[in-house]
C-alpha cells in the first residue's frame, strides 16, 4: 500500500484507533509522534514571529516574551530554528548590526530558556538541557561591505547568511532579476571568506547562475534553507531547478521544502498532498545523498 492511500485511510477511518493520537485539532499516527519526539528538529527558516510589530516588542523589550509565549515553540516539537529575515538597502551594514545585537541581547536575557547555536555541538546542547536553539541567520548579505566584515559578523553571532535576497547585489544575482548572472568577483571574495570562518552560505532566494557559481565555488556545503522544485511550480522563479538540486545533494548540503503556497503549486487548491510531492521530487532526484528537512516560511 502506497504511503499516501494509507495516510488517506488512516484519516478516514480514527474510530479505529490504529495507534492515532490527536494534536493542534488533527490525527497523527503514534508512530510519526514517536518519530518527533526522538529526533532533532530544526526549522530551517522561521522569524520567530509572524507579527513584526511583535518581533520588534520582543527585541527591544525582552522580558515582555512571556512563558506562554515560549511555550508555543515547546509545543511545537522544534528543538532549533533559523532566525533569518531580508535586510538590506544603503544602511545594510548598520541596519544588521543593530539587529544581530538585539538578538544577542534577546538570547542573553532568557539564557535559561533559549540558547544561540554558535556549533552544531550546540544544538544537542540546546535540547539537553530543554533549551531552544537559536541560529541566528540574515536573508541577505549587502551586510558584508567588504570580506573582513564577513569575520566581525561571525563574532557577533551570525552563523548563516544568504548571499543575495530576490534583487541584484555586489555580491550577484537574486531570483527576480531580469537578467541571469552569477557570483560577482566581490561575490566570490565572500564566498571564500565565510567558508574561513565558518559562517553557512545559504542561496535560496538567489538567482539559477549565482545559486550553481556558489556551489562550485564554496569549498563547504551550501544550505537551500527554503525553496521548492520549479518542475512543480510551472518555472516559478524562486524555487530551485533539478539541476541545483542534484548539486546541493552531491555537496552535502540540505535543502528546506517550505509550505508558502505560491512555491508550491501554481493554482489552487493547495493541500499537504502537494507539499509532499516536492519531497518525493527531491528525492527521485538523488536517493542517495540529497537530506531532506521542512521550512515553515518563505
Not at 494509507?6 to 490527536?22: D, K, S, Y
Not at 518581533?55 to 512563558?67: G, I
Not at 556558489?214 to 524562486?238: D, M, Q, W, Y
Not at 505560491?262 to 487548491?269: L, N, R
Request: charged fraction near 25%.
Amino acid at each position: 500500500m502506497y504511503r499516501r492511500t494509507l495516510l488517506r485511510f488512516a484519516a478516514a477511518a480514527p474510530l479505529l484507533n490504529f495507534g492515532r493520537v490527536r494534536l493542534f485539532g488533527a490525527q497523527y499516527s503514534t508512530r510519526a509522534v514517536d518519530l518527533m519526539k526522538s529526533s532533532t528538529v530544526i526549522d530551517m527558516l522561521s522569524p520567530f514571529a509572524l507579527s513584526s510589530s511583535k518581533a520588534r516588542m520582543w527585541l527591544t523589550k525582552p522580558e515582555t516574551f512571556t512563558a506562554a509565549d515560549l511555550q508555543h515553540y515547546r509545543d511545537s516539537g522544534i528543538h532549533a530554528v533559523n532566525i533569518a529575515i531580508g535586510l538590506g538597502g544603503p544602511d545594510a551594514f548598520l541596519t544588521t548590526l543593530e539587529y544581530v545585537a538585539q538578538w544577542d541581547s534577546f538570547l542573553a536575557h532568557h539564557s535559561e530558556t533559549l540558547k544561540r547555536i554558535d556549533t552544531a555541538a550546540d544544538i544537542d546542547a540546546a535540547r539537553a538541557s530543554g533549551r531552544i536553539g537559536v541560529i541566528v541567520g540574515l536573508q541577505n548579505s549587502e551586510h558584508f561591505r567588504r570580506p573582513e566584515d564577513v569575520d566581525l559578523f561571525y563574532s557577533l553571532g551570525l552563523r548563516v547568511s544568504q548571499l543575495t535576497y530576490n534583487a541584484r547585489n555586489m555580491i550577484g544575482n537574486g531570483s527576480t532579476e531580469r537578467r541571469d548572472d552569477g557570483l560577482s568577483d566581490f561575490g566570490v571574495a565572500i564566498v571564500e571568506r565565510m567558508n574561513r570562518a565558518g559562517m553557512v552560505v545559504d542561496v535560496s532566494h538567489c538567482g539559477d547562475r549565482t545559486t550553481l557559481d556558489a556551489f562550485e565555488v564554496s569549498k563547504k556545503p551550501v544550505l537551500i534553507t527554503h525553496s521548492n522544485c520549479r518542475v512543480l511550480v510551472n518555472g516559478h522563479p524562486r524555487c530551485k531547478t533539478d539541476e541545483a538540486i542534484r548539486k546541493c545533494a552531491a555537496q552535502g548540503g540540505v535543502m528546506g521544502i517550505t509550505g508558502v503556497r505560491m512555491f508550491v503549486k501554481a493554482d489552487e487548491p493547495t493541500t499537504v498532498e502537494n507539499v509532499l510531492d516536492h519531497f518525493d521530487h527531491v528525492k527521485k532526484l538523488d536517493r542517495k545523498s540529497t537530506r531532506l528537512n521542512s521550512s515553515h516560511l518563505g
